[in-house]
């Protein structure tokens, strides 16, 4: 054991294939997380099945398709940016990662109005009109404001990581040799997409 | 850390990882470190401070049941001592334990590696932990008074109760995200920054158990996550998700909740199985008997405790066939569980058996494990169960489960690796001493738990019959000698850390494992270079003759 050319502290670790597995391990938890939500919707749904599709018809579906289609653009957009990266057009994907923001801000004011549409006519939780409702009706609504809740705050994550992913662009610290941090962010925000992708059907499709 | 330690610095050695001095210094040198071993000792401190509050409820709790009616506390308080004693004990005692402070440790070292994957996020979840900590002792002391609904939040009490469950509820959130964390941190490291050479089958069997562990954690945790989450939502916003009033079924919060907790339980035994598998070898002196059998045992324990969560549950009124399957599968976790005490006594056979510390802490492992694993099968009999649920038997077993297994375990692992943390020794005659007081008070706090759960007597009553009183006087009394035991050796460790004879040998146990192989304490990198590994990892009859040697010289 000689010590001779060892320098103590600067040991740099850099390993890709590392840190994609630390995302996708990451990305596990987050579909488990959801996970026990569809589980509750799927058990609620079993048991009140004609309530589900009675509260259903109160949500607008092309409202939610839109939505779907600015989600999956954005996907493209961000899969786009990884690949521009990855010829060293470094403009190019700072451009598709600006329109993904942009996309996802547009998701969430679509979300807004939605909501605020509903809080409108008193669907909200402890809201008069909901409490009148059924049972099953009450749990549909929990259900769609806190997934579609969590989910919008997954969307306002992912909107930040972007960001600080065009600062780092910007900067070079990301470039064609060395883009890790994008494609995990695009593992990300795709996770983001295939989350909704689930939510769409369930909530605005079973009428 | 003080002068006197220039001690330790041996003769051309680099400094060791207590001396390292990286862009901080002081106490940011600790608390921004990233190195690995650092952040296992920020943990150790932190914990040991929140078990001896955890332990400090529970010891008030018993104070209390030693007569019955009013001792010393209403029965509000009592509420909040065993929720609180429940809370400090599993989410910021066991459930980190031994992977966060000697994982954290040793897991790098025992594959050959720098550090950790992520040593960044390594620190984030000590933070992390160290927030949901305070934050849970924060809760006793707002207004609204402390958390009353067991560890279980269990609806829809915790959604009626006017004391402090939110920040409760936020703190175990947050303990859950460090947890994760963790455990994804360790499944990386596991799979890329093992030294040339070591393949699966040669690594320690610690890292076997400590990657099934991970991997639990990875993918239990979001669980308990969301549900807490929904608990919090349901409290603040009224949203209707497991309120009756609002057609929600609780039956499913206990459902999400053990989905959780239980494989949990297998995040808090694992990893002291791994520290057995550890230390039997070293102090039988003979190579670990059905090495494969032990890894994969860790394997089969975290898959199967995986699928056996409704055995929490037998009396909410599932169907038949659901308690039929539940109450099979929580008889098979008993296989792999045995797989491994019958491995580790065959390891023990005809061995040059030498009863140091850490040893008689595994070896107490094993008895108070058996002890609660065999009443844990009892209580898997569908209609053992229906006598014995809610009674102190359940809490008999599952002390002797996670206190007599893992607590020793931790306890083991201690006095183990001590010598290899700290470059010194502690005082090894108070070790023993301390050692029997805590195995003979353990028995005699719990053991009578058995007993008169057995007879009806339930768990987190505050109050009890006249018949059970010699009963609660006796496990009292244990008590008391228990924590005279705990005090005794928390003092022996502050004590040593500072002032205990100082140890330069690499390998003072005469271990094979690759941490016995490099400086004591080890240095900021760990390895000088990293080693390349070509033998199994317990290979006694081969190095028996090279360490004589080196014990006589």
Known sequence: MSSTEHTAGTHVHRDDVGSRMGMWLFLFTELILFGGMFLLYSVYRFQYADEFHLAAKELNTIMGAFNTAVLLT????????????????????????????????????????????????????????????SSGEILFFGLYYVMTGLHGIHVIIGMFLIAVMTRQTRTGTINKDSYVRL????????????????????FYLIT | MTANDAAIKTNGHEPSYLEYKGKHTGILGWILSTDHKRIGILYLISLSIFFLVGVAFGFLMRLELISPGRTIMDAQTYNSFFTLHGVIMIFLFVIPGIPAVFGN?????????????????????????????????????????????????????????????????????????????????FVTTVHRLRAPGMTWFKMPLSIWSLYATAWVQVLATPIIG?????????????????????????????????IYSHPAVYIMILPAMGVVSEIIPVFARRTIFGYKFIAFSSIAIALFGSLVWAHHMFTVGMSDTGQFIFSLLTMLVAIPSAIKVFNWVATLYKGSIDLSTPLLFVLAFIFLFTI??????MQGVLSIDIQIHDTSFIVAHFHYVMFGGTGFGFFAAMHYWFPKMFGRMYNRKLAKTYFWLMFVGFNFLYFPMFIMGWLGM?????????????????????????VAGVLLMVYNMYHSVRKGKIVTEKNIWGGETLEWQIETPPIHENFYDIPVIETDPYQYKMNDEKFEKEVVS
Do not use: C
């Not at chain 2, 349901?234 to 009033?245: K, L, M, Q, S």
């Open chain 2, 458 to 482: 339930p768990r987190r009553y505050y109050d009890y019959l006249p018949e059970f009183h010699s009963y609660h006087l006796i496990s009292t009394i244990g008590s008391w000698i228990l």
């Open chain 2, 105 to 185: 440790f040793f897991l790098p070292i025992l594959i050959g590696a720098k550090d950790v994957a992520f040593p960044r996020i390594n620190l984030m979840s000590w933070y992390l932990y160290l927030i949901g900590g305070l934050l849970a002792v924060v809760a006793i002391l707002l207004p609204g008074g402390p958390t009353d609904t067991g560890w279980t939040f269990y609806v829809p009490y915790s959604i009626r109760t006017n004391t402090n469950v939110m920040i409760a509820l936020f703190a175990a959130f947050i303990l859950g995200f460090s947890s994760i964390l963790t455990g994804l941190n």
């Open chain 2, 226 to 258: 969301i549900t807490l989450l929904l608990v919090a939502v349901e409290r603040w916003f009224g949203v209707g998700v497991f309120d009756p009033a609002l057609g929600g079924d609780p039956v499913l919060y206990q459902h999400l909740f053990w």
């Open chain 1, 183 to 202: 494609e995990n962010a695009g593992l990300y925000w795709h996770l983001v997409d295939i989350i909704w992708i689930f939510l769409f059907p369930l």
């Open chain 1, 74 to 133: 954005s996907s493209l957009t961000m899969v786009l940016a990884i690949i521009a990266i990855q010829r060293d057009q470094k403009a190019l994907s700072i451009l598709l990662q600006l329109i993904t923001i942009f996309l996802a801000l547009f998701f969430l004011v679509n979300k807004y109005f939605e909501w605020t549409a509903k809080f409108h006519y008193g669907i909200y939780p402890g809201g008069e009109e909901l409490l009148a409702k």
């Open chain 2, 372 to 377: 609660g694993g065999l009443t844990g099968v």
